[in-house]
């Protein structure tokens, strides 16, 4: 691993800085509130840091709709107060990731005012405009937040294409004056000293003409479409290549692209290091094991937990030699993990470290994201009048207003899948507002708080948060976690997630009880030859080596995690 590859053994921590911490009392996070909580990411002992979208915005889509990609929103503070932020990262020795916006921009932006004006003004093409009449769009498809993908515009009798909220008009990358806008845009952030990107729907740039029916995309023959038309259409990967080779081969940098709909075929073209992209994407295959194939976001199924260790496992091989994998369960778009896919009741902290060990385990850079690493749970507000996610928000006057559906039924599913429940503020102290702000949070706080709490977190030695720095510790001194090879073993049992990691002589075995009743594991024999040390787990267990050794059997407590070192180097 050479040290331009510093990512493969880093940590990465997610910030979404209108909930991290408010530094002004005004109730919304901001950047002197990130500065203040700096040596706390460096007590969890982070590398990185990816801080979600802090340009100057409208918020029509909390950020990610930039009006001016060069200045700070007020909200969160100035430029002054940026710098000063990245400066006091970069003396902790952790780096900072900032998003980079650009499949869309928002509607105020200079670019897209200056596009609408006419037929021939010469920002037309930064934004893609097809003909039609009113009422009639030029093609059926929906926009991610619900409605048409098109909006007619009066000034020039056109539509453009947004696929996200009309607030978010979509950049036309085939424009090649549009591209040197981004890629001088993105030089300004790297010479301030940012050390790379998060790539916000990146494989979303390229569009074509966008004329294909969306309901034969949906009922799956649009294979063909998705390629070309919507996702990895393979002008993107030449738009990617240009952008390395004019932007970020010039800098020492980690790229991440958010990708959806991608396959590990796919995942390969874009971080095979050979072809100059990305270090590795965002995938969302994992993310979706809980949703009846092919229904709406907010429908749910039980988790399939085979299904789960063949889709993680299938990753893990793909991108094995060529390639490279982010590792996550949260984000600002995601429910919190432990609501989903652990116990946020009795077992909220057992299970939680459980899915901690489970991911920060396997080959690839694993990021956290905030409170995830306190068990912060989802939140289940009483009125809709308390949500704040444009998604959300319309998926309920969608609901109730359109199809007449009942409210408390649609809330239910706001509750499993909204946003928001990723976006609570963070909850510091179990004081006044958490310790979150001095004033009136911009949005309500999850009650937990004054159970769940950072400061609680770290005065008790057996938290979660110290679970988590133990994690990033054996990252960071065993390579075995970074370049070891990865084999699923138990892969029908329903029970266990169970893998191994081998480099050279060593061994790690990883074993996860996924639900609250108690288990009987049986190691196959040939994984564990020598006596075994128990490295780390979310039970106390006094275990002889030798114990650990053959086909061992073990009695797995609910939500039970252990990883287990095989070699004279432990």
């Known amino acids: 691993m050479s040290d331009k590859e510093w990512w493969k053994k880093s940590v990465v921590y997610q910030i979404y800085p209108r909930s991290f911490m408010d530094g002004n009392g005004d109730g919304i996070g901001d950047i002197p509130g990130i500065t203040s909580k700096l040596d706390y990411l460096a007590e969890l002992g982070i590398d990185v840091v990816w801080l979600s979208p802090v340009y100057a915005s ?8 930039i009006s001016d990609y060069r200045a700070i929103m007020p909200e969160f503070g100035t430029m002054g107060d940026w710098e000063q932020m990245l400066d006091e990262m970069h003396k902790r020795g952790i780096r900072l990731l900032m998003d980079l916006v650009v499949n869309h921009t928002s509607d105020e932006h200079p670019w897209f005012v200056e596009s609408r004006k006419s037929l021939n003004n010469p920002y037309r093409d930064y934004y893609i405009w097809r003909p039609g009449e009113p009422g009639k769009p030029p093609t059926d498809w929906k926009a991610s937040f619900g409605g048409p993908a098109w909006t007619y515009d009066e000034t020039t009798g056109e539509y453009y294409l947004h696929m996200f909220s009309p607030k978010q008009p979509d950049l036309n990358w085939e424009n090649p004056a ?6 001088e845009m993105m030089r300004f952030w790297l010479d301030k000293g940012v050390d790379g990107f998060r790539m916000d729907v990146i494989n979303m740039i390229s569009k074509k003409e966008c004329l294909a029916p969306y309901e034969a995309f949906v009922r799956g023959e649009g294979a063909e479409l998705s390629r070309v038309f919507i996702y990895n259409a393979d002008s993107v990967h030449d738009y990617l290549q240009e952008m390395n080779r004019e932007v970020l081969s010039h800098y020492d940098v980690l790229t991440v692209g958010e990708c959806p709909k991608v396959s590990p075929e796919q995942a390969r073209l874009y971080t095979d290091q050979s072809r100059g992209e990305l270090n590795m994407v965002f995938q969302f295959e994992h993310m979706g094991l809980d949703k009846p194939k092919g229904r709406p976001k907010w429908e749910r199924k039980a988790l399939d937990l085979p299904e789960l260790k063949r889709n993680l496992s299938r990753w893990q091989n793909e991108l094995a030699d060529v390639g490279w994998n982010s590792l996550y369960w949260n984000n600002h778009d995601q429910p919190r993990i432990v609501s989903r896919f ?16 489970l991911l920060h ?12 690493e306190l068990g912060m ?3 289940r507000f009483e ?3 308390d949500y704040r996610d444009i998604e959300s928000l319309n998926f309920y006057q969608e609901q109730t207003e359109v199809h007449r559906g009942e409210p408390v039924e649609t809330l239910k599913a706001i509750y499993e899948r909204s946003r928001d429940n990723g976006r609570t503020p963070m909850q510091w102290t179990g004081g006044p507002s958490a310790g979150f702000t001095s004033g009136q949070p911009w949005m309500k706080l999850n009650p937990n708080y004054p159970e769940i709490n950072a400061e609680a977190a770290v005065e008790d030695a057996a938290s979660l948060f110290h679970y988590y720095r133990k994690l990033i510790e054996l990252r960071k001194s065993l390579p075995i976690l970074t370049e070891g090879a990865y084999e699923l073993i138990l892969e029908e049992h329903p029970s266990i997630f169970a893998y191994v990691r081998r480099l050279g002589k060593e061994t790690v ?9 108690e288990t009987e594991m049986v190691c196959p024999e040939g994984i564990a030859n020598g006596a075994g040390e128990v490295l780390i787990g979310n039970y106390r267990r ?4 030798e114990r650990l050794t053959g086909a061992f059997k073990l009695i797995l407590s609910p939500y039970e995690s252990l990883a287990i070192g095989y070699s004279a180097a432990y």
């Not at 116990?343 to 459980?354: F, H, I, L, T, W």
């Not at 385990?361 to 995830?372: D, S």
């Not at 006094?542 to 080596?545: A, H, K, N, Q």
């Open 377 to 379: 749970t989802n939140v």
């Open 542 to 545: 006094e275990l002889d080596g």
């Open 361 to 372: 385990m396997m080959r690839g850079t694993p990021y956290i994201y905030q409170g995830e």
């Open 383 to 385: 009125s809709i009048a």
């Open 178 to 183: 549009l591209r040197q806008g981004i890629y």
């Open 342 to 357: 652990g116990n946020d009741g009795p077992y909220r902290v057992q299970s939680a470290k459980m899915l901690a060990t």
């Open 509 to 517: 075995l990883v074993i996860n009880n996924f639900y609250e009743k």
């Open 58 to 65: 409208p918020n029509a889509d909390n950020g990610y709709d």
